[in-house]
């Protein structure tokens, strides 16, 4: 782990792990600390991987000021870990909610990325969002599980704005609802800081627009990386999300959900490893 200091003073640590190129990743969550991440389904082993906590998350300091957990105003954080790293320009992976991170943080410093990898990014930032029937239909194909019929109640009564999001939800984020991914769904609780997910999203985090403007001319090559069988977001919204970029490939990985570095891991590590490897340009 090393300490890094933001823009404003906040004192925050980015974990290194493996050797060779670095690839620095943005967990998701929103406001989860990344050590859920792992090392990407042995994708350490390929690839110098320099997981970021975020601000009031892991091992990173708590800001002064609360609304900087703003997602816009993140990117500054991201741009302190390139200069901290010596990277004029970096491969930059984003998972889920930091994904819409690292597509704020491309469209502002376009020159800075090599190539950027969206793992089951969810596009807010290009306002976009699953829809409760994206959700319920990637839910359906879940329908030979026997923890489904439980499950899916209490997601139709959380899309309804009848129910919270319960326990019983969690085994649709994973492509398996084996011991690995209920030990994984286990540590979220200890994970998350609930207060700054609450402000990541908040009023003035995302100018759409502006956003989806900026990233129709990024040079870089985009890898967009959907689970087929997660909802939020579905292969077809991350298709949709792939669109927006002049120079971007979509791959959805079988069998997958939200995380899917546990449902296949040589799958995903193979996949990304390969799509970094090829030749960068702009």
């Known amino acids: 782990m090393s300490i890094f200091t933001a823009p404003d003073?906040?004192?925050?640590?980015?974990?290194?792990?493996?050797?060779?190129?670095?690839?620095?990743?943005?967990?998701?969550?929103p406001m989860r600390a990344s050590a859920y991440l792992g090392d990407l389904g042995g994708l350490a082993a390929r690839r110098q991987l320099v997981r970021l906590d975020l601000r009031g998350t892991g091992d990173s300091a708590t800001p002064a000021d609360p609304a900087s957990y703003r997602c816009d105003r993140l990117v500054d954080d991201v741009e302190a870990l390139r200069v901290h790293l010596g990277l004029d320009r970096m491969d930059l992976l984003g998972h889920s909610a930091g994904g819409s991170l690292a597509m704020l943080y491309a469209a502002r410093h376009p020159r800075r990325i090599r190539r950027l990898v969206l793992v089951t990014a969810n596009p807010w930032a290009l306002g976009m969002a699953p829809t409760p029937e994206e959700r319920l239909a990637a839910a359906r194909l879940r329908?030979?599980?026997?923890w489904f019929e439980e499950a899916f109640?209490?997601?139709?009564?959380?899309?309804a704005g009848t129910g919270d999001f319960v326990p019983a939800?969690?085994?649709?984020?994973?492509?398996?609802?084996?011991?690995a991914a209920q030990q994984h769904d286990a540590r979220a609780d200890t994970e998350f800081n609930d207060e700054a997910g609450e402000v990541y999203g908040s009023d003035g985090a995302y100018d759409p627009p502006s956003?989806?403007?900026?990233?129709?001319?990024?040079?870089?090559?985009?890898?967009?990386?959907?689970?087929?069988?997660?909802?939020?977001p579905s292969p077809d919204l991350?298709?949709?999300?792939?669109?927006?970029?002049?120079?971007?490939?979509?791959?959805?990985q079988p069998g997958a959900g939200h995380f899917p570095w546990l449902d296949d891991p040589e799958w995903f590590a193979g996949r990304v490893d390969t799509f970094l490897g090829g030749p960068a340009f702009g």
């Open 9 to 29: 003073g906040t004192a925050l640590a980015c974990h290194t792990q493996g050797e060779g190129t670095p690839l620095v990743v943005l967990p998701g969550g």
């Open 143 to 146: 329908k030979g599980e026997p």
């Open 153 to 159: 109640e209490a997601l139709q009564a959380w899309l």
């Open 169 to 179: 939800l969690t085994p649709f984020s994973y492509g398996r609802w084996d011991r």
């Open 211 to 232: 956003t989806r403007a900026a990233l129709s001319r990024l040079p870089a090559p985009v890898l967009v990386l959907a689970g087929e069988l997660d909802g939020g």
């Open 238 to 252: 991350a298709r949709r999300s792939a669109e927006v970029f002049p120079h971007a490939e979509l791959a959805v």
